[in-house]
């Protein structure tokens, strides 16, 4: 492959013009499904601790509310989000344009349908069942084969890239690109029929869809953002590739430790263990290569608002992984296991971490598809806080009853319900900080729409259909 | 510099061993121990099962029970530690992560009776008045007092009763409580 020799180079406008549409529609489908995954949140933690209220509705049931909201988070908000920010990142660092914009969109739509079906399926009780894979096996397979495409467009890019170099960004994202459908599609095989085996799988699939699909992206719009707002290289290339290899070598096995005292045999479990453990290396690398980068610059952090979501969403990374590889221990597994603990370290996972890197990429990347400033400071302000609080009180609240949820019912002389009745003000707690993090998303979703929808002003492109036949001719 | 091919090649090397190790290498230490020999699950609990699975029960009571020694579990009557071949052909797994409420591998032998899951199903707080779990009111029926003589229904405590009405488990509640009961971890684990 000889990049870059006799075709044509394209300026960072020509990228972002040529990215407008396709990745607009992406995050902004992911915006739609994060406001109707946090009613069903405020539904959830609500239930927890007003059990009767909607209690005659079936189809509104703590058990399937609750699911539907993790698979419209992972599958709607992080992953339609996540694909256009990563589309965008890829234009850029490669210097080529989107590939297959026409076939994306087109993808795009049936993903969403794929959303809206699996959607209606959990709630009408047709769940599969399986933790992260609730969605009914064809619903997910369409969502798969939507992946595949941006999948072959990021291969596109690639091989019609116009830089030599590839920045440790675009390798985050090559594997992310690779390893989501792989995981899709082996998660989808009949073959896991027995259920101590299909338990293994789920969380093999599980843990890997977060640190195979959801960790890279993140890490890659960090890598990405951190430098660019600062205009200044990152810190180390040696640490960039022994952070990306020792995740692509650790993370892939960390699965089991989801089993720990399970009806699994016991080194399957010891093996994930000792993988989780060894995830401090890449994770304490990765840690080390940003906080080198943006020492010296943190008023940056306090001005850029995209800045401001990004480290803290970075730090959230660092923090939750670390406290990953200690929860993989026994003695520690053995206290918090089947308790809220793990409840919040996971939307510690899901939200300080990714949702966070992908307010701050949005941040970035819609000013410079719409050639539109935010139209206000103060309401950006306004989200970086609630959602911060929000999640900050989410977690101690959670965790911290957690622990003590976790002595109490490995203590036999504690009856059960006193396990359960010391956790309700904290649950009461967490649908608190549920509304502040719904605020958050409704400031958010404002400033979205208030970019794409200026009346008075004269539209930057062509409408909808034109552009999409547009989009198939290019 | 990276080349393209130690990239490709390390990205799907990485995922593939890992992918045997975690979920085809279990299989086959598992599978054969499981599946034989047959195992006969009669019609009203494997519809239980679905049931079960549709009403999400499983995101608040996990079921695998871990050894005596590590956590209580043993000590709080949730039976023996559960083994692969407890599990037998039921799918999805329904093994959990959570104990919002008890752990259910062995519910059937504490509460073997269903009167005790038809009350706690249409209202939890009928018997335990600190429960959180939803009640599962449209698995029963509320006819009146006077259809359907030698059914009694549900024995309510005076603040649940319907005036002139009474409450009748329908056939998903039958199948439901089927299941539930047959959970059972008394027996040894090996067989």
Known sequence: ?474 | MMRNTILLFGIIATFAIAMFGLTILPKMFIDKAVKEPDYYTPFEVTEGHRIFVREGCIYCHSKQVRAEGFGADFERGWGRASVATDYRNLLPHNLGTMRTGPDLANIGARQPGRDWHYLNLYQPRAINEHSIMPPFSWLFEVVSEDARPGDEGLRLPEAYRIPGMKVLPTDEAHSLVAYLISLDQQTAGVD
């Open chain 1, 1 to 474: 492959m000889d990049p870059g020799s006799n075709q044509p180079s394209y300026s960072v406008s020509d990228l972002d013009r040529k990215a407008r549409f396709v990745v607009l529609f992406l995050i902004f489908s992911g915006v739609f499904w994060l406001l109707f995954g946090t009613l069903l949140a405020l539904f959830a933690s609500l239930k927890m601790h007003l059990p009767d209220w909607l209690g005659t509705a079936g189809w509104l049931t703590f058990g399937r509310v609750r699911p539907l909201h993790l698979n419209t988070m992972v599958y709607g908000w992080a992953s339609l989000t996540g694909a256009g920010v990563s589309l965008w990142m890829l234009s850029r660092l490669l210097k080529a344009p989107i590939m297959l914009r026409g076939y994306i969109v087109l993808a795009g739509v049936v993903w969403n349908i794929a959303l809206l079906l699996g959607s209606i399926q959990i709630l009408a009780g047709f769940s599969r069942g399986i933790e992260w894979l609730e969605f009914p096996v064809a619903t997910m397979v369409a969502i798969v084969l939507c992946v595949i495409i941006i999948s072959v467009s990021v291969l596109l890019m690639l091989i019609n890239r116009r830089v030599k170099q590839l920045y440790v960004s675009v390798w985050y994202l090559i594997a992310a690109f690779l390893w989501f459908p792989l995981l899709g599609l082996v998660s989808s095989l009949p073959i896991f029929d027995t259920p101590t085996v299909q338990a293994g799988m789920n969380w093999w699939y599980a843990h890997n869809a977060l640190g195979l699909w959801f960790t890279p992206v993140g890490l890659a719009a960090a890598y990405y953002f951190i430098p660019k707002v600062l205009g200044r290289p990152i810190y180390s290339y040696g640490l960039s590739l022994l952070g990306f290899w020792g995740l692509a070598l650790f993370y892939n096995w960390n699965g089991f430790h989801h089993l720990i005292g399970g009806p699994v045999p016991t080194w399957f479990v010891t093996i994930s263990i000792s993988a989780s453990v060894m995830m401090v290396i890449p994770v304490v690398v990765v840690a080390v290569n940003h906080h080198m980068t943006v020492v010296g610059s943190f008023r940056a952090v306090v001005n850029s608002p995209t800045l401001r979501f990004v480290v803290f969403a970075a730090m959230s990374y660092t923090f939750v992984s670390l406290q990953g590889a200690a929860q993989a221990l026994r003695s520690f597994n053995e206290v918090i296991h089947f308790t809220h603990f793990v409840v919040a370290h996971a939307h510690i996972g899901m939200y300080a971490f990714v949702t966070m890197m992908l307010f701050g990429a949005c941040y970035y990347i819609i000013p410079r598809v719409t050639m539109r400033e935010w139209h206000s400071k103060g309401l950006i302000k306004w989200h970086f806080w609630l959602t911060a609080i929000g999640i900050i009180i989410y977690a101690g609240a959670l965790q911290g009853i957690g622990v003590f949820q976790g002595f109490a019912m490995n203590d036999p002389e504690v009856p059960f319900t006193d396990t359960v009745t010391m956790t309700i003000p904290y649950l009461v707690a967490r649908s608190v900080s549920g509304f502040l993090m719904t605020a958050g998303h409704l400031i958010f979703a404002w400033l979205m729409f208030r970019m794409v929808y200026r009346p008075g002003e004269q539209p930057a492109s062509p409408l909808v259909w034109n552009k999409i036949r547009e989009e198939f001719a290019s």
